[in-house]
């Protein structure tokens, strides 16, 4: 079974910069897709980015132009890169794989916007 674990959460002011990173336990070449989900308080988990084989990345509408996901097979990582972050940022953000075997998502980690 992959394990994947997050890293680089933390508390940051409005309008700064985090990047979150997620390992793998094995090798993520053959993974189809690796991405960002995050959950809020109160609300339902929603997909923040993701960067498939062959495609584009893509993004949820409310963080375009502000994150930028990508991955490192040589390193089995993947990572989010977050810029001009909002209150409305704050969530546990998980990574995922879909490792074409299933999905896989990580324990996750606490990123608060606040001052």
């Known amino acids: 079974q992959v394990q994947l674990v997050e890293s680089g959460g933390g508390l940051v002011a409005p309008g700064g910069s985090l990047t979150l990173s997620c390992v793998a336990s094995?090798?993520?070449?053959?993974?189809?897709?690796m991405g960002w989900y995050r959950q809020a308080p109160g609300k339902q988990r929603e997909l923040v980015a993701v960067?498939?084989?062959?495609?584009?990345?893509s993004y949820d509408s409310s963080v375009k132009g502000r994150f930028t996901v990508s991955r490192d097979n040589a390193k089995r990582m993947v990572f989010l890169q977050m810029n001009s972050l909002k209150s409305e940022d704050t969530a546990i953000y998980s990574c995922?794989?879909?490792?074409?075997?299933?999905?896989?998502w990580g324990q996750g980690t606490q990123v608060t916007v606040s001052s």
């Open positions: 995922f794989a879909n490792t074409g075997r299933g999905n896989v």
């Open positions: 094995e090798s993520t070449d053959s993974f189809y897709a």
């Open positions: 960067t498939a084989k062959g495609t584009s990345s």
